[in-house]
């Protein structure tokens, strides 16, 4: 007998407009039969996030409906949404590592004795939840000295201790290591089979095969496709995820290159403080006047990179030299006088002092050097005649070069930080995700810039960016990195697509070592 | 709309203003209930302190040690640290200053030098306070605040262990040490008050600590590093060494303000209990800002309050001290970040409506 | 000289000494404690505790009664507390600042009302207040050395005792208690299983301000028979510190209490020996700040090892 199936969960025409006017959704369709796992797949910026904080209450759409069983509704916070049976497992726990399994378990709703917490009571609900969806789990551990993959169970099951019956799985691999996973994927193949809903969002195409049922793909906000797994390859999806999207052009000349290395790094691992070892063996070089592109899903080792070239890191093996000199104990000024600029991607952390003056904020990096100041006297007419001029060359909005950095958008913030780390002689500029988030106009002006700096200046550029068609266009070649490791390197940029791009990032393919090794003059 | 520009273009000072205004009223209001001649009180807290040319110049005169302490807790609160040795460093440096001038010196040192001498010494004293704490916080990042409230508790007891062991004057009644010695004094500027020379250090010192802190590299870092150690960092800034410095120069200041205070307006050394100048230049440098420019302004206000409070004190009947509720006061309401936050939302909503007509 | 103070009546009055100057120290090491654990700082407990030593010295004077002192106690510790949480939960205001000059604002205070009330900015003498009773342990009393030094304290020593129960099962029994250590570890954890943070700061730090209430009424209603301006001196601060001592434990917090009301009842014992005073003075402070130094050494080496902090 063919059961009939039923959808429990209907997002119609979901559309959300920030208040700065960007549209993360646009008539957004998103159904899902009881009982399935449905991916929900698509890059960086995408729109998944947006979509799955509308369906958990977070965000009132602007527009659109969502049924749950058939039946409209509304939820007014995250708190609804979990008593309408939506359970939500985060990507950063929710957990309080100091408390046990159970108290986690129960925290809000705890059972009570005389008055008093319960925590036999607490341990008891936590080893029946646990033996009725067959998950092994120690009620009385602290979750602090817990694994990973513990938490995530633990998270899950939190969840449907709250009578979760659409459960959402946001990238729940990407903390996991292989063993991990499958044992994972059990877990959930028996939640669906016990009829519960899941939502999976994920990169990895080949987990997405192997464990989901259908599928809903979107680009630039939007769906682009939905269907069942099985009747796409993974090839397919990988198309459909990164295909090219509105496009803008960038006309650059041909990089004139001296052939002189300005940046090696040569077999550099990082293992961090959980043992977790975040790069593998990296090797590339950039020469003179060249961007050299790092691809790859948010996560896979890119920050870390960016990190220890600007000396915020230090790295276990291996060594990184710029124009020759090894960065090896080097002070982050030590690194930068050698001609080192970066945009970091966290631009109110590390790109600016917000209640600085704009003025302040450029000349951070130089204000001590011989042309700003005497001694310890701090030359305020050469200081002024150079950031008006920057000001005015990048183009910042601001009513005075004395506003306060913060009060700027996005935008104008990430041009003061254009306007210093591109205008001290840097030969070698680290841009990492240096146009997310910001208007059209400022990353217009800031994509000419780092055009500029190699063409004109003879600098080099590592630009990691999320964005594909940033990476394609602006650089001259492009690496891969997957899992903290380098999968591919294109030699000439422009004759790659984003396509073949997709295959690498999301680990469908991988580059022999001998090709990947070509990323290394030698 | 203009008043909307107005409200939003200087919205921190309508605040602190607004915050002083209430302040003050809550002081007439204390002042009404509690008095059995309120009119007469109210009239003497306002118009007390200008009332002869001594209450006038005590203003000035009560100014002068407000002003160090509040520069020097400038430098602490700049530098992102609730460093309150301030108070301390006031005190010890005060104890050890006077030690010298009266017992420990031959009394024959030329003018001008014996008391430039003994400032320098001050500021050495204070600077030294200031470190420790610093040092312990950035080294073994021990709370700061707990850690100098209790050690201006030791400094106040090692400077009355230095008034009782070391320069005790036995043939006076009260506790107090030895006269100091008269070249070791700052001059009275003005007869009939006692207005001295020290003004002009703490005129150099606003100076000072405004050029320090806009004008110079090491400024730069200190600032940098208070408003953000990550970006600190990030532009290769190092965040320890600015913040030792820092304090440093907080606690240097406070030590000076020390030194100047006892040669300026002390015969002999007297202090017993702390002098509460360190919690009252948290509060000045709190409602100014941090801007050295506008501490000068603060100093001379709370002086003004205090002194207005203490006429009130000694000629009516209402103690002094509800002039320390309205200065905390003043300081709850500066520093409640949503205090008159509704107002300035207003004026933003209005003018960001009338931008979006004009587009 | 030194002989004379090692007999054995000399050291039962010195622990006697100790179990009294520690019992507000533990009040309000148990008021620091429960914000601990809600992860922040209650910086006006100085001015709490101040507020609630005048307050109770009033109003067992009107009421004549000592549980109406009592009664005053709570009420004036719950002003501050209510002025405090209000301030930084409710208009965001900094922690530190707000702490500081509430403690200013109960300083100047108190002297305003005591002087209104009784015409002597010193010392409430003049207020015909009582005292907390002492209380006499039945058997225990009657235990040679052990009942003189055990029995016969002020009641609200005994009840600081209990009191050190009472948080414990508040803080690590209690639902409530549960939920403000959640809150306190990761907030956004609490929130996300529907945890109102705010309210439940704020029913910590209400909590946080009673215990040391009941520390000031001691002050005034058992350790002197009168209020005393600024008679505090610091202890809000030694009561913070106790509690990091003790990384938030209630039992290690009474022993750190109790090790800190060694120090200031050796400095009183001390004083009387015609040492020099002044030094003598210094220890209960000193001790403070070397305890806190150890004990923040020990945690950062800890964390680096971790890994927690990189630099």
Redesign the interface.
């Known amino acids: 007998m063919v059961q009939m199936e039923e959808q429990i969960l209907l997002m119609d025409n979901i559309t959300v407009i920030y208040p700065n006017g960007f549209a993360a959704n646009k008539n957004v369709r998103l159904a899902c039969n009881r009982g399935s796992i449905h991916a929900l797949l698509g890059e960086n910026g995408a729109g998944k996030t947006t979509l799955m904080k509308v369906l958990f209450g977070s965000i009132t759409p602007t527009e659109g409906q969502i049924y749950l069983k058939g039946k409209p509704i509304q939820f007014r916070d995250s708190l609804d949404a979990i008593q309408h049976g939506v359970g939500m497992v985060h990507q950063h726990f929710m957990l309080v590592d100091e408390l046990t399994v159970a108290e986690n378990l129960v925290l809000g709703m705890e059972p009570k004795k005389r008055g008093l917490f319960d925590f036999d009571a607490a341990v008891k609900i936590t080893d029946e939840i646990a033996k009725k969806y067959n998950f092994e789990i120690d009620a009385r551990a602290i979750v602090g000295d817990c694994s990973v993959a513990v938490k995530q169970k633990l998270e899950i099951l939190k969840a449907l201790l709250r009578g979760a019956e659409i459960l959402i799985l946001d990238e729940p691999t990407a903390v996991l290591t292989p063993q991990e996973i499958s044992e994972l994927f059990v877990e959930l193949k028996k939640l669906r089979d016990m009829n519960h809903t899941i939502v999976f969002i994920s990169h990895k195409l080949n987990e997405v095969k192997s464990l989901c049922d259908s599928f809903t793909i979107l680009r630039n906000g939007q769906v682009v496709d939905v269907g069942r797994i099985d009747d796409f390859t993974e090839q397919e999806l990988s198309n459909l995820m990164v295909g090219r999207q509105v496009s803008f052009e960038i006309s650059k000349d041909a990089p004139k290159s001296e052939g002189r290395e300005l940046l090696r790094v040569q077999n550099l691992h990082y293992t961090n403080y959980e043992g977790k070892q975040l790069l593998k063996d990296v090797s590339f070089s950039l020469t003179d006047g060249r961007i050299l592109g790092v691809a790859g899903v948010e996560g896979n080792g890119q920050n870390e990179l960016s990190e220890i070239i ?3 890191r230090r790295f276990s093996k291996g060594d990184i030299t710029i124009d020759g000199s090894s960065i090896k104990n080097r ?6 006088r050698l001609g080192v600029g ?1 945009i ?1 991607e966290d631009r109110m ?8 003056s704009v003025r ?1 904020n450029i000349i ?2 130089r ?2 050097t011989g042309k700003y ?1 005497k001694g ?3 030359d ?1 007419k050469a200081i002024q005649k150079d950031t008006n001029a920057l000001i005015k060359q990048f183009d910042v909005a601001c009513p005075s070069p004395d506003s306060m950095a913060g009060m700027l958008s996005g935008g104008n913030i990430q041009k003061i930080i254009a306007a210093r780390e591109f205008s001290s002689d840097s030969k070698i500029i680290i841009a990492n995700q240096p146009t997310r988030g910001i208007d059209v106009g400022s990353s217009e002006f800031i994509h000419s810039q780092l055009i500029k700096m190699t063409r004109e200046k003879g600098a080099s550029v590592l630009l990691i960016s999320a964005d594909l068609n940033e990476l394609i266009k602006l650089s001259d070649s492009i690496i891969v990195m997957y899992n903290g490791e380098i999968t591919a390197y294109f030699e000439d940029a422009s004759k790659v697509t984003d396509v073949e791009l997709g295959e690498y990032m999301l680990g469908v393919k991988k580059m022999s070592t001998e090709e990947i090794g070509r990323a290394l003059q030698q | 709309m203009k008043t909307s520009k107005f409200i939003v273009k200087y919205f921190d000072l309508i605040r602190i203003i607004s915050a002083v205004i209430i302040g003050f009223l809550l002081a007439l209001v ?1 002042l009404f209930f ?1 008095s059995d001649d309120p009119l007469n009180a109210i009239k003497t807290f306002i118009l007390g302190p200008f009332a002869s040319k001594r209450r006038f110049f005590n203003v000035i005169e009560l100014a002068i040690p407000l002003l160090f302490t509040s520069l020097g807790m400038c430098f602490m609160l700049k530098v992102g640290e ?1 460093n ?1 040795i301030v108070e301390g460093g006031f005190m010890l440096s005060g104890a050890v200053v006077a030690w010298l001038a009266s017992t420990a010196l031959p009394p024959g040192i030329p003018p001008v030098i014996f008391p430039a001498l003994l400032i320098v010494v001050g500021a050495l004293v204070g600077m030294a306070c200031g470190l420790i704490p610093a040092l ?1 916080n950035i ?5 700061v ?3 100098t ?3 201006n ?2 400094l106040t ?2 400077s ?2 230095i008034l ?2 070391w320069m005790r004057d036995t043939s006076v009644t009260y506790l107090g040490s030895h006269k100091l010695a008269q070249n070791a004094k700052l001059h009275t500027l003005l007869r009939g008050t006692d207005l001295h020379t020290g003004i002009f250090i703490a005129i150099a010192a606003v100076l000072f600590t405004w050029w320090f802190l806009n ?4 400024g ?1 870092e200190i ?2 590093t208070g ?2 150690r ?9 965040v320890a060494s600015s913040m030792l410095l820092a304090q440093m120069i907080g606690g240097a200041l406070a030590g000076v303000g020390g030194a100047v205070e006892i040669l300026g307006k002390y015969d002999r050394f007297l202090w017993v209990n702390q002098t509460g100048y360190g ?1 009252t230049g ?2 000045i440098s ?1 409602l100014a800002l941090n801007q050295p420019a506008a501490i000068p302004f603060v100093a001379l206000l709370f002086a003004y309050l205090q002194i207005g409070a203490n006429i009130v004190g000694t000629t009516t009947d ?2 002094s ?5 309205i ?3 003043i ?2 309401l500066v ?5 008159m936050e509704s107002l300035r939302k207003r004026a933003v909503i209005k003018l960001s409506k009338v931008e979006g007509e004009v587009k | 000289m030194l002989e004379q103070f090692l007999t054995l009546d000399y050291l039962i009055a010195f622990l006697i000494s100790v179990i009294r100057m520690s019992t507000p120290l533990i009040f309000c090491a148990l008021g620091a404690l429960i914000a601990s654990h809600a992860g922040t ?1 209650n ?1 006006a407990l100085e001015g709490i505790m101040l507020m609630a030593s005048l307050i109770a010295v009033v109003f067992s004077a009107l009421t004549q009664s000592v549980i109406g002192g009592i009664a005053g106690a709570l009420l004036g510790g719950l002003i501050i507390s209510l ?1 405090f949480v209000y ?1 930084h939960l ?5 922690l ?3 702490g ?3 403690n ?2 109960a ?3 108190t ?2 009302l005591l ?2 009330l009784t015409g002597d ?1 010193g010392t409430s003498r003049l207020l015909q207040s009582l005292s907390v009773p002492n209380w006499h342990i039945p058997i225990i009393k009657d235990i040679p050395i052990l009942g003189k030094i055990l029995s016969g304290h002020n009641a609200l020593t005994y009840i600081a005792f209990i009191a050190v129960f009472l948080t414990y099962i508040l803080v690590f029994r209690s639902r409530l208690g549960l939920r403000i250590r959640a809150v306190g570890f990761n907030p956004n954890a609490a929130a996300s299983v529907g945890i109102s943070v705010k309210k439940i700061k704020l029913q910590a730090f209400l909590l946080s301000g009673l215990f040391a209430s009941l520390g000031g009424a001691f002050m005034s209603m058992g350790y002197l028979s009168y209020f005393a301006r600024d008679m505090m ?2 202890r809000g ?2 009561g ?2 106790a509690t ?1 001592l003790a990384n938030g434990q209630s039992f290690g917090t009474l022993l750190a209490s109790l090790g800190f009301g060694a120090a200031n009842a050796a400095s009183i014992t001390l004083a009387t020996l015609n040492l ?4 003598v ?2 220890i209960p ?2 001790a ?2 070397i305890g ?2 150890i004990v ?2 020990r ?2 080496a800890k964390a680096r090892k971790k890994g927690q902090v990189t ?1």
């Open positions: 600007t000396g915020l002070t982050v000024r030590q690194i930068r970066s970091s952390t590390y790109g600016c002092a917000p209640n600085m302040d951070a990096d204000y001590f100041s310890i006297r701090l305020i | 204390f509690v609730f309150l312990l080294k073994w990042k021990a709370n605040v707990v850690v409230i209790m050690l508790y030791v007891f090692a009355t262990y009782r062991y004008r110079t590299t090491k730069f600032r940098v408003n953000n990550s970006f600190a960092k990030y532009v290769g800034i190092n919690f948290l509060m709190v209402v103690p001290e509800f002039v320390m509720v200065q905390a006061i300081i709850l520093a409640a970040t949503l205090f | 700082i910086m002025l301030l409710y208009k965001q205001s900094d530190i600042i707000t500081l000059a509430l200013t604002f300083s100047g205070g002297v305003y002087f209104l900015k001196a610091g601060y030694i913070i510190a990091t020099k005073a002044d030094l003075a210094m402070y000193l403070t700040v806190l130094v923040s050494a945690k950062l630099d």
